[in-house]
T-cell receptor, first 112, second 115 residues
């Protein structure tokens, strides 16, 4: 079993839709949870950074962590064509290794 | 503000040739530095990370090596490239924190093709 799993997509939605991107993980030591957005031929860009369970909101983006289920979600409200990208979840343990474990990413297409 | 630079953006090399990819960070001191490889349609694989000058940790056995000659410079090298070394190479940095991990920030990568 992979440590972090994401549905590869592509997920295709119309402009203005609410998007739900999900990620499951197997390591209960993960304490920090990050979401990155990656446009084609570019490096990943940090979107959200959360610690432990609960919700965190930033503009149109909401990150949700359920540690009991080992389930992470990223919600995008009022999706725009510019949101079309690959979204990577990256949990990390609380230790001194500073390592992130990346999912393989979900490709999102927002149709105008 | 902090910025990270990687070059070149694209590189085509013959099998058996040497490689040197460079990454520099500006606007921060004593960052943690990372090299990743991303295969098409796949996640990021950590290759090396460094917590200080001359301190390199290797995550996977491979044909590549890394060096950190200066605080904000990280170099990925190979003496003889293999076809399997093709991929998208990303450099990243993170700050230090007394409480757990800091998020990593990425450069725009080098797309390496081996012929």
């Amino acid at each position: 079993q992979k440590e972090v799993e994401q549905d590869p997509g592509p997920l295709s939605v119309p402009e203005g839709a609410i998007v739900s991107l999900n990620c499951t993980y197997s390591n209960s030591a993960f304490q920090y949870f990050m979401w990155y957005r990656q446009y084609s031929r570019k490096g990943p860009e940090l979107l959200m950074y959360t610690y432990s369970s609960g919700n965190k909101e930033d503009g149109r983006f909401t990150a949700q962590v359920d540690k009991s289920s080992k389930y992470i979600s990223l919600f995008i409200r009022d999706s725009q064509p510019s949101d079309s990208a690959t979204y990577l979840c990256a949990p990390s343990p609380m230790d001194s290794s500073y390592k992130l474990i990346f999912g393989s990413g979900t490709r999102l297409l927002v149709r105008p | 503000s902090q910025t990270i630079h990687q070059w070149p953006a694209t590189l085509v090399q013959p099998v058996g040739s040497p490689l040197s990819l460079e990454c520099t960070v500006e606007g921060t001191s004593n960052p943690n530095l990372y090299w990743y490889r991303q295969a098409a349609g796949r996640g990021l694989q950590l290759l090396f990370y460094s917590v200080g000058i001359g301190q390199i940790s290797s995550e996977v056995p491979q044909n590549l090596s890394a060096s950190r000659p200066q605080d904000r410079q990280f170099i990925l090298s190979s003496k003889k490239l293999l076809l399997s070394d093709s991929g998208f190479y990303l450099c990243a940095w993170s700050g230090l924190s007394g409480r757990g991990n800091q998020p990593q920030h990425f450069g725009d990568g080098t797309r390496l093709s081996i012929l």
